[in-house]
């Protein structure tokens, strides 16, 4: 049966979309007469013949971009796209242009970063402040010998100085890489060292959950952790002047942005490395993700058609900068909107603060996680009679799929005349691959349409797209966005085995999709085994350091289902899983990976099962939790011990009873 339709765009609505716009540029400078009505069900067809097009004609798209955004380059390119292969396409080659530059290109008079602390406390940096910090710091960056394709990495929460240390890191060409405060120490040290960063920029705590976290002991242990660090620029945030010795100088940030400087921009090579964003595979240290200078912009500029971020728009997308949607909100400086960040916890006081930051600050679009969304409905929050939102255009919603009930929530409880924009994509690739389109219709439980540009399906076992029927996600062809490579893996191996070792030459993402009739699509979850937690990704293996480090624990395997942690573990002779055990357990997870990704579930099993070449069975085990069939989601003919399997099926079956019933 179809799902209801929620929610149509009137036609005021779609006439001002950026989507619109770009169509009648199309008309206007391409000879290109796609249609887009002023009716949102008329344009289910015409969307597919826009999306068809831009993806057949790959290179004609992109260029139109690159024009119709009117991306700022130094220098001619001499192709749109060398050759379709991935990975190693190069893109606009020969172009040299700056991403820094371009979040000031639509600078206006008033606000352009504002951050309200859980606490209540505001700041906000105007456009002539972001100018005036940016410039500063870019330049101090550069008399503590800071060049072009150094690294510059950040400890820190959502605060305002984060956003200026990345833009002028950005500016001079230097290297960028961040993760929340959130993460802890050991985690930290995992990510930054493998980049050898010369400057750690870090805040000295922060406020979550009615509670102060104060950081400075955490930095201590990672700027020693860390031999290439030269120099440490302390942000305060719980302290007006907070006070760290160290082996190498300690900088406050005063210090670094008191001087007025002319802000300058490095024209770099389009595949210039901007930044390093870490993702998680099962195994082996957390995957550094390098994106560049030119494909962040245009990939951010194209992705303005399905985001519709405008020109003072008031954008908010809560997120740590342990996640790209935290690249993402800080990149709507490139459509001229103003960036605001809550730093604090979203559950804080029975989660209200987020609702009441879009009333204060008059957030026209504001977007958050699924799980978020699933809470406030569990708890009985009713926004739309609690809150004034009528500013509010769009709901983002992001890092797990949003339940059919989410969506009928967002419109009975919250606003019945929004956009609900549910969007599912990647930190591989910075950007979305299906989601929101501001001129069709939003079904509940279901996003959009797939992204133009983006050449997604959905792979059966035999590696070929289906309709209407669950399947791999994939994307056939280049983006401009795609990690130029991973950090420290010359020869692409790692690159390889993480997106192109199930189907030759396609992106495989690791996520269960279907593709509708209609053209929308729905995801069902992570196929591959990474825990996901708050828009964080964290590998199994890190899960398995802490846990096996353990006296009392032989061997362990965590799987995600539902958006729940089952950690199974097999414990040392005469051990029994008491209380006190649990509680261990989670407390070291909490000390060594962040309170992210302490274990809902703790599971006794006899053994864990093994593939032949001694790979743990993840992505199988949850398969099962999830109901597949045992015999479908694995062959047991490559279990070096199958009973195993079994075992941990049934001693997890309670739980996921449990969770069925919830």
Same mark, same amino acid.
């Given at each position: 049966?179809?799902?209801?339709?929620?929610?149509?765009? &009137?036609?005021?609505? #779609?006439?001002?979309?950026?989507?619109?716009?770009?169509?009648?540029?199309?008309?206007?400078?391409?000879?290109? &007469?796609?249609?887009?009505?002023?009716?949102?069900?008329?344009?289910?067809?015409?969307?597919?013949?826009?999306?068809?097009?831009?993806?057949?004609?790959?290179?004609?798209?992109?260029?139109?971009?690159?024009?119709?955004?009117?991306?700022?380059?130094?220098?001619?390119?001499?192709?749109?796209? /060398?050759?379709?292969?991935?990975?190693?396409?190069?893109?606009?080659?020969?172009?040299?242009?700056?991403?820094?530059?371009?979040?000031?290109?639509k600078a206006g008079e008033g606000e352009a970063v504002v951050s309200v602390r859980e606490d209540g406390f505001r700041k906000a940096l105007s456009w002539d402040d972001l100018k005036r910090e940016t410039a500063a710091f870019a330049a101090w960056l550069k008399e503590m010998g800071v060049k072009k394709g150094d690294r510059v990495v950040a400890y820190s929460s959502q605060v305002p100085e984060a956003v200026v240390a990345l833009l002028a890191t950005a500016s001079i060409g230097a290297i960028w890489a961040a993760?929340?405060?959130?993460?802890?120490?050991?985690?930290?040290?995992?990510?930054? @060292?493998?980049?050898?960063?010369?400057?750690?920029?870090?805040? /000295?705590?922060?406020?979550?959950?009615?509670?102060?976290? $104060? @950081?400075?002991? /955490?930095?201590?242990?990672?700027?020693?952790? #860390?031999?290439?660090?030269?120099?440490?620029?302390l942000v305060p945030n719980l302290s007006d002047s907070p006070e760290l010795k160290l082996d190498i100088p300690v900088h406050l940030w005063s210090e670094t942005v008191e001087r007025k400087e002319k802000l300058i921009f490095e024209p770099v090579a389009f595949d210039h490395p901007l930044w390093v964003l870490y993702t998680s595979g099962t195994t082996g240290i957390p995957k550094p993700i390098v994106h560049g200078h030119g494909g962040i912009t245009v990939e951010i500029f194209k992705g303005s058609f399905h985001m519709d971020f405008k020109e003072g728009d008031r954008f908010l997308w809560y997120s740590p900068p342990s996640w790209m949607m935290w690249n993402t909100v800080v990149s709507g400086l490139l459509?001229?909107?103003?960036?605001?960040?809550? &730093?604090g916890s979203p559950m804080y006081n029975f989660l209200t603060p987020l609702w009441e930051i879009c009333e204060?600050?008059?957030?026209? #679009?504001?977007?958050?996680?699924?799980?978020?969304?699933?809470?406030?409905?569990?708890?009985?929050?009713?926004?739309?009679?609690?809150?004034?939102?009528?500013?509010?255009?769009?709901?983002?919603?992001?890092?797990?799929?949003?339940?059919?009930?989410?969506?009928?929530?967002?419109?009975?409880?919250?606003?019945? &005349?929004?956009?609900?924009?549910?969007?599912?994509?990647?930190?591989?690739?910075?950007?979305?691959?299906?989601?929101?389109?501001?001129?069709?219709?939003?079904?509940?439980?279901?996003?959009?349409?797939?992204?133009?540009?983006?050449?997604v399906e959905a792979y059966n076992i035999e590696g070929?797209?289906?309709? $209407?029927?669950?399947?791999?996600?994939?994307?056939?062809?280049?983006?401009?966005?795609?990690?130029?490579?991973?950090?420290?893996?010359?020869?692409?191996?790692?690159?390889?085995?993480?997106?192109?070792?199930?189907?030759?030459?396609?992106?495989?993402?690791?996520?269960?999709?279907?593709?509708?009739?209609?053209?929308?699509?729905?995801?069902?979850?992570?196929?591959?085994?990474?825990?996901?937690?708050k828009g964080?990704?964290?590998?199994?293996?890190?899960?398995?350091?802490?846990?096996?480090?353990? /006296?009392?624990?032989?061997?362990?395997?965590?799987?995600?289902?539902?958006? @729940?942690?089952?950690?199974?573990?097999?414990?040392?002779?005469?051990?029994?899983?008491?209380?006190?055990?649990?509680? @261990?357990?989670?407390?070291?997870?909490?000390?060594?990976?962040?309170p992210y990704f302490v274990a809902d579930y703790i599971v006794q099993v006899p053994d864990i099962p093994m593939t032949l070449n001694y790979k743990k069975l993840e992505v199988p085990i949850k398969k099962i939790l999830l109901g597949w069939e045992v015999s479908k989601a694995v062959n047991l003919d490559s279990i070096m011990n199958p009973d195993a399997v079994f075992k941990v099926v049934e001693a997890a079956k309670p739980y996921v009873e449990q969770l069925e019933s919830e």
């Open positions: 049966m179809e799902p209801k339709i929620l929610w149509e765009p &009137d036609s005021d609505f #779609i006439k001002n979309s950026n989507l619109a716009e770009y169509v009648e540029w199309l008309s206007a400078n391409r000879g290109l &007469d796609f249609t887009v009505s002023e009716n949102a069900r008329e344009n289910i067809e015409n969307y597919k013949v826009l999306w068809n097009w831009s993806v057949e004609r790959l290179e004609d798209f992109w260029e139109s971009v690159w024009q119709f955004f009117e991306v700022k380059s130094y220098s001619d390119y001499k192709a749109v796209l /060398d050759e379709r292969r991935m990975p190693g396409a190069k893109w606009f080659d020969g172009s040299t242009l700056n991403y820094a530059e371009h979040a000031f290109l993760v929340g405060g959130e993460v802890a120490p050991r985690a930290v040290i995992d990510r930054f @060292k493998q980049l050898d960063p010369k400057v750690l920029v870090a805040v /000295d705590g922060y406020f979550y959950n009615g509670r102060e976290f $104060n @950081k400075l002991e /955490d930095i201590r242990t990672v700027a020693q952790g #860390i031999p290439s660090l030269e120099r440490v620029v459509a001229g909107a103003t960036i605001v960040f809550y &730093d204060k600050e008059k957030l026209d #679009i504001f977007g958050t996680s699924a799980p978020f969304l699933h809470g406030c409905m569990k708890f009985g929050l009713e926004p739309a009679s609690q809150y004034n939102l009528e500013s509010l255009r769009m709901i983002g919603s992001t890092a797990a799929p949003l339940s059919p009930e989410g969506f009928e929530w967002v419109y009975k409880k919250v606003k019945e &005349d929004v956009w609900l924009n549910s969007a599912s994509g990647g930190t591989d690739v910075m950007t979305g691959f299906v989601g929101g389109c501001p001129i069709l219709p939003v079904w509940s439980g279901e996003l959009q349409c797939r992204w133009l540009g983006t050449k070929k797209p289906v309709i $209407n029927e669950v399947g791999e996600l994939v994307v056939e062809l280049p983006m401009p966005s795609m990690p130029l490579y991973f950090w420290n893996d010359p020869d692409f191996r790692w690159y390889k085995e993480s997106y192109f070792s199930m189907f030759p030459n396609v992106w495989w993402h690791g996520d269960w999709l279907m593709v509708t009739d209609r053209g929308t699509a729905i995801i069902f979850g992570r196929s591959d085994s990474t825990i996901k937690r964080v990704r964290m590998g199994t293996l890190d899960f398995y350091k802490v846990v096996e480090n353990l /006296d009392e624990v032989v061997n362990s395997l965590i799987v995600e289902v539902k958006g @729940k942690i089952f950690l199974f573990v097999v414990l040392a002779p005469g051990v029994e899983l008491t209380d006190e055990l649990k509680e @261990k357990i989670n407390t070291a997870l909490r000390e060594n990976l962040g």
